[in-house]
Antibody
């Protein structure tokens, strides 16, 4: 069965960096687009970044463009999110999510999330 | 950016009743609308994609309709496990956007 396990969350300082990872299993990772979606405490959902199945196309929300970088390693079934220049408003639970196809911009499976807290 | 407005913000109903949740887009998104369910402490779960297609394993009491700018999620004969927050999401234009959610609570 599909499993997505996020890691790398924790406390980061304003202006600092964190790197999130998502280990995928139970499906052919290299055939599917992947996404990062976040949810601030007590708030709604916000799409952060997306990457095509082959890693050739990447997309970002305006709120993170230029600060966050999505990447994938299809040989290791891993999705990553490099988060630089952290801000307090980046505090959220970050979900890794699988696209049902190569690039359809919605998610049919979600991980349980990893919590990022930006605080000095 | 396409704005999705969900109504009502909170819906209070009893088990066995029918729930009707609305999602309105700021511009036409054809049928490229998705619905998710989220329970406390859990990740979102895909319910409906392309406005009216049920995801695998979703009970038949969940139904979606609409196109263009106005969409509806209908839940017939509410079960106790249906009380949750429901989000709509458009996949017509990047950036992908979500509605603010409708909380379905037990009356």
């Amino acid at each position: 069965q599909v499993q997505l396990v996020e890691s790398g969350g924790g406390v980061g300082q304003p202006g600092g960096s964190l790197r999130l990872s998502c280990a995928a299993s139970g499906f052919t990772f290299s055939s599917y687009g992947m996404h990062w979606v976040r949810q601030a405490p007590g708030k709604g959902l916000e799409w952060v970044a997306a990457m095509s199945y082959d890693g050739k196309r990447e997309y970002y929300a305006d709120s993170v463009k230029g600060r966050f970088t999505i990447s994938r390693d299809n040989s290791r079934n891993t999705l990553s999110l490099q988060m630089n220049s952290l801000r307090s408003e980046d505090t959220a639970l970050y979900y890794c999510a699988k696209d049902p196809y190569g690039n359809t911009w919605y998610a049919d499976f979600w991980g349980q999330g990893t919590l990022v807290t930006v605080s000095s | 950016e396409i704005v999705l407005t969900q109504s009502p913000a909170t819906l209070s109903l009893s088990p066995g009743e029918r729930a009707i949740l609305s999602c309105r887009a700021s511009q036409s998104i054809s049928s490229l609308l998705v619905w998710y369910q989220q329970k406390p402490g859990q990740a979102p779960r895909l319910l409906i994609y392309d406005a009216s297609k049920r995801a695998t394993g979703v009970p038949a009491r969940f139904g979606g309709s609409g196109s263009g700018t106005d969409f509806t999620l209908t839940i017939n004969s509410l079960e106790p496990e249906d009380f949750a927050i429901y989000y709509c999401q458009q996949r017509s234009n990047w950036p992908v956007t979500f509605g603010q959610g409708t909380r379905l609570e037990i009356k």
